[in-house]
């Protein structure tokens, strides 16, 4: 019953790194999503896709880059690590595209030094 | 420009008593809303929603109420226990033929803390 599984759990980066988030799950959803989470700002939306093959930016895409070739798998990839991007990063999914519940993953720590 | 917002960062209660979370929209095209708790260290977890047809949705000690003329939902806690304190997110969507269209737009959150 693993839902949605994000790895690495917490990650230091040096500035201008490069580095993957990776997200699988296992619900056979068409949307997954990405959010970051920051102090006052909620959660905003990074890049979501519809299906396999299908990507769109969301509030907050500069990067960051994603790609969907299956239905299961969502990475997450950080071009050259900024500390800006010192955040708690999301990733979820969900049957349909609107009007219905989404489902999130524990967390992905990251910090930008 | 911030579509949905909590304008209460915090929010604490007794145990036992009614809890009543805010949450205030600008955009006419949302059609469904959501209510997420989120405990530190976790990700955030459904807790209730309501669509734009209804006015009220209930499940257990929460309820969710929704003002669509005022652009205003507020999530209800009846009687709010110590475990309920978390940090509550309100988030909205929009149906097809939007610019928010498959997008998920959350508040800031508002945390809340229920006194033993």
């Known amino acids: 019953n693993a839902g949605v599984t994000q790895t690495p759990k917490f990650q230091v980066l040096k500035t201008g790194q490069s580095m993957t988030l990776q997200c699988a799950q296992d619900?056979?959803?068409?949307?997954m999503s990405w959010y970051r989470q920051d102090p006052g700002m909620g959660l905003r939306l990074i890049h979501y896709?519809?299906?396999?093959?299908?990507?769109d930016q969301g509030e907050v895409p500069n990067g960051y880059n994603v790609s969907r070739s299956t239905t299961e798998d969502f990475p997450l990839r950080l071009l050259s690590a900024a500390p800006s991007q010192t955040s708690v990063y999301f990733c979820?999914?969900?049957?349909?595209?609107?009007?219905?519940?989404?489902?999130f993953g524990e967390g992905s720590w990251l910090t930008v030094v | 420009d911030q579509q949905v917002k909590q304008n209460s960062p915090s929010l604490s209660v007794q145990e036992g008593r009614i809890s009543i979370l805010n949450c205030d929209y600008t955009?006419?095209?949302?059609?469904?809303f959501l209510w997420y708790k989120k405990y530190p260290a976790e990700g955030p977890t459904f807790l209730i929603s309501?669509?734009?047809?209804?006015d009220k949705n209930e499940d257990g000690r929460f309820t969710v109420f929704l003002n669509k003329s005022a652009k205003h939902l507020s999530l209800h806690i009846v009687p709010s226990q110590p475990g309920d304190s978390a940090v509550y997110f309100c988030?909205?969507?929009?149906?097809?033929?939007?610019?928010?269209?498959?997008?998920?737009?959350f508040g800031q959150g508002t945390t809340l803390q229920v006194k033993p």
């Open positions: 979820a999914s969900s049957r349909q595209l609107s009007g219905n519940t989404i489902y």
């Open positions: 619900m056979n959803h068409e949307y």
């Open positions: 896709s519809v299906g396999a093959g299908i990507t």
């Open positions: 955009n006419s095209m949302f059609d469904y």
């Open positions: 309501i669509s734009s047809i209804k």
């Open positions: 988030a909205a969507s929009a149906g097809y033929g939007s610019s928010n269209t498959g997008k998920l737009i």
